[in-house]
């Protein structure tokens, strides 16, 4: 073949035509080839397995409960004024005491008393002697009626004197009205007291039992009876086991909040409680016995709907489930799963339905 020949052969409209398909065709093939290697790409990160954190369901009992707060208080305490005037001479306690009832707390200068008291008795045995004399003759009508009687009234007068003159003293020693803790000591030694007073010289609290206070809604009136148990938590104590008990139950209910009162006795035979104290109260409505109990961070919930991925041979399952009673560590499943499953706790957020999954550690999370 000549140069010529060449020439128009490969300028020839069916050579460029030939030519373009197998260009065509080989960038065809490629693309094939690249897409090809995409695919397998995607496919190899699709099988890759999500890490999780997983645990099992376990089998227990779990309480209904109404949770809210109360301060502690005392059961029993008094505010000791003095029931007498006069200058505190002495004082035998401090805060902090512990003092039984009718323990000496202070006294006042009694010296007035005393005197008082002296001449109270003088008083009166002068007025008795006089009445012997005249009872005497009197039976004998050789004194007057009017005499006798004003004589005897002067005899009762100077008797209730008397008492009065030892009520005195007997209040210039101030005593314990109860047993208990000294909580408060306002008194000082050489101040002047007056009697009955507004200022309370000490405040004594019995804390071997102690009460809390709580507000319930009007709706939960029909959960709470006497005795009934309620779980305190109390953070400045370092204890969250408390057991205390339902003692009343107001009558009335609020109008202006719609609550009722409901006053916990708290039990505190080591006085290791405190009035004051702020404490977490979880009242046990009810007690579910071997119920199936899921960790409370593996329930999903949304659009009113609670669900939990179930790991079965490395594969998330995600399973709709019925929850009961709940707390703040398990949800109660009535429905949906039989309490040998394992579940996903930590990771599950973003999990699909029958994604791969590889448990891990839950530091291997963070």
């Known amino acids: ?18 030519l373009a398909a197998i260009m065509l065709s080989t960038s065809i093939l ?20 999500i890490p999780v954190e997983a645990d099992s369901v376990t089998s227990g009992s779990i309480s209904s409960n109404y949770v809210t707060t109360a301060v502690l208080e005392a059961k029993e305490e008094a505010f000791v004024v003095a029931r007498a005037s006069g200058i505190i001479d002495a004082i035998y306690v401090e805060e902090g005491d512990y003092v039984e ?40 009508k050789l004194v007057s009626d009017d005499v006798f009687d004003k004589l005897t009234s002067q005899h009762a007068s100077a008797t209730a004197t008397l008492k009065i003159a030892e009520l005195d003293l007997k209040e210039a020693t101030i005593v314990a009205p109860i047993s208990g803790y000294i909580a408060e000591r306002n ?8 009697s009955f007073q507004r200022e309370r010289m000490f405040h004594i609290v019995q804390q071997k039992e102690l009460l809390g206070i709580v507000h319930l809604p009007e709706r939960e009136l029909a959960n709470i009876r006497k005795n009934q148990q309620a779980a305190l938590s109390i953070a400045a104590a370092g204890r969250s086991n ?66 939990v991925f179930v790991i079965n041979q490395g594969v998330a399952s995600k399973i709709k489930v019925t929850t009961g009673f709940q707390n703040a560590q398990y949800v109660e499943i009535t429905e949906g799963l039989t309490g040998s499953e394992q579940v996903v706790i930590a990771g599950h957020h973003n999990l699909k339905d029958q994604s791969p999954v590889e448990v891990i550690d839950s530091n291997d999370l963070d």
């Not at 008194?187 to 007056?194: H, I, P, Q, R, S």
């Not at 009162?261 to 579910?288: C, I, W």
């Open 30 to 49: 490629s693309g094939c080839g690249e897409a090809e290697a995409v695919d397998a790409q995607i496919e190899e990160k699709e099988i890759v397995s």
């Open 101 to 140: 009832k009718g323990q000496v707390l202070a006294k006042l200068d009694a010296q007035r008393y005393e005197l008082n008291l002296l001449r109270a008795k003088a008083d009166l045995q002068g007025l008795e002697k006089e009445l012997a004399k005249i009872n005497k003759v009197y039976s004998q």
């Open 187 to 194: 008194a000082k030694v050489g101040n002047l007291t007056e």
């Open 1 to 18: 073949m000549d140069i010529q020949t060449i020439k128009r052969t490969y300028n020839s409209p069916k050579w460029l035509l030939s």
């Open 242 to 307: 408390v057991t205390a008990y339902v003692e009343r139950i107001s009558p009335v209910i609020d109008s202006t909040t719609g609550t009722v009162k409901v006053t916990l006795r708290v039990p505190n035979a080591d006085n290791s409680l405190l009035a004051g104290m702020f404490a977490q109260v979880a009242l046990e409505y009810d007690t579910h016995q071997n119920a199936t109990l899921l960790p409370r961070k593996a329930l999903l919930s949304i659009d009113n709907t609670d669900s």
